[in-house]
C-alpha cells in the first residue's frame, strides 16, 4: 500500500545498507545490472535511470523520473522490493508475470476487463497526462480517443486531504454540476471519492475529487491539478458526450496496463463466474441460507455495518421474509482497481441492482470491490450507490 514516495523511502533504505560496504554494493549493482538487462527494455523512462540517479545522490531527479515510470517499469521496483525484504515466493510470482508480459504480442487494456458492447470506459493515466475513452466490441476494450489531461502537482496515489495528489481507483460521475468559476470551464463531474475501500479499507481522507473542464482552450500544464482530472474545454466538451451519471466507469492509474489476450479473456472468465457465484449466494442470502455468500466475502472485509457478518446479515439476510421478490441485476462492468504496491491487484465489479418486494423497493450502483486470496477471488468491500427513484 505504498505511495511513490514511501516506495522510495523504502528503496532508500535498503541502498543505504549496500553503501556501508563496498563490496556488498557492487553486489547489488551486478544484481541489479543483470535483472535490468534482460527486462529492461523500455521506451520510455527505466529504472535503471532511476537508481543512478539515486546513486549519484540526485533524489530530486530521481523522484521526477520516477513518476513517469510506466507499469512495467514499476513492476520491476517491485520485484526488487520483494527480494530485498526476503520475499523470493512473491518476487518470483511478480517475475513470472513479468516475463510472460515481455513475451506479449497482441496486447489488452488490463485496466478494463468487461463491458457490454458499445458501452464506454475512461481511463486515466497519471503518468502519460492523458485520458482513454475505451470502447467494447466483442468482449474486448478498444481504445476510440485520446485526451490530454492534468492531474495531482504532487506524485502518487492519494492518501490524506490536501496532499494535492490524485486517487488510483475505479470512480463513478455522482452527477453533473454547472454554474462554477471560470477555472472550472463549462462544467465538472464530481467522483465518489473516497469510496467505502478508500474509506474503510486503506483509511484515506480528504474528498472534492473531479472530473472537469478547465478555461484552457489549447494547452494545459502537466501535474497542476490539486488532485482533479483536469480537461482542455473543447477536448472535454468531446468527451462530456459519452459520460452518463453513474454508470461510466473513470479508472485512475499511474499508467495503462496491458496483457496478452490468453491472459484478459482468462481473467474476464474467472471473473464473470465469480459474479455468478455471487448471484448465487444473493438468492441463497434472501431466503434463509447465507452461508454461500460469507465464503465469498473476505475476513477482511470492512464497511460502516462492521464485518461481512453483520453486513450481510443487514444487507441480504433481512430479505428473508419480504414475499413476491423479484429481482434484476444489469449493465454489468468489470475492472481494474489498480495494482496497490506490495498489496496487489484489486478488482471492481459494477452493477445496476433492483429489488422489488411487498415490503420494499430498492434501486442502487452496487460495486463489489474484490481481491484474489489464496487463489480464489474474494469480496474485501462493497459500495451501493443509490439510483433514480422507480
Known sequence: MLGLKD???????????????????????IFLFVFLFFFGISYGVSLKSVIYAIENGDLETAYGLARKLDSKERLKLEIILYLMEGEKKKAKKLLNYLQRLKKTKKKYLFNTIYREDRKK?????????????????NKHPIIARRYQMTSGEKAGNKWEKGDKKTPDGVYFPLYYKTGL??????????????????????????GGIWLHSSDRYSYISKYSSKGCVIMKEPDFLILKKYIKIKDTPVVITEDYEF?????????????????????KGFKSAINGNPIKMYFLYSPKFVSKLGNKFKYIKEKYEKLKNDKNKKYMFTNLSILKYGRIMLFG???VIAFNFE????????????ILYVKEEDGK??????????????
Open 377 to 390: 477471488f474474494r469480496i474485501i468491500g462493497e459500495e451501493n450507490i443509490p439510483l433514480s427513484n422507480f
Open 259 to 279: 496483457i496478452d489476450r490468453e491472459s484478459f479473456d482468462k481473467y474476464q472468465k474467472r471473473l464473470l463466474n465469480f459474479f455468478m457465484e455471487w448471484k
Open 355 to 366: 429489488y422489488f418486494s411487498d415490503k420494499r423497493k430498492i434501486r442502487e450502483k452496487k
Open 345 to 347: 491487484d484489486i478488482f
Open 7 to 29: 516506495m522510495f523511502q523504502r528503496l532508500l533504505k535498503h541502498l543505504t545498507r549496500y553503501w556501508k560496504t563496498n563490496n556488498r554494493f557492487m553486489n547489488f549493482k
Open 121 to 137: 470506459v475512461l481511463v486515466v493515466s497519471k503518468a502519460k497526462q492523458e485520458i482513454v475513452l475505451v470502447e467494447f466490441f
Open 181 to 206: 468559476p471560470k477555472v472550472y470551464g463549462s462544467g465538472a463531474f464530481p467522483l465518489n471519492y473516497p469510496n467505502v475501500l478508500d474509506r474503510y479499507f486503506f483509511k484515506k481522507t480528504g
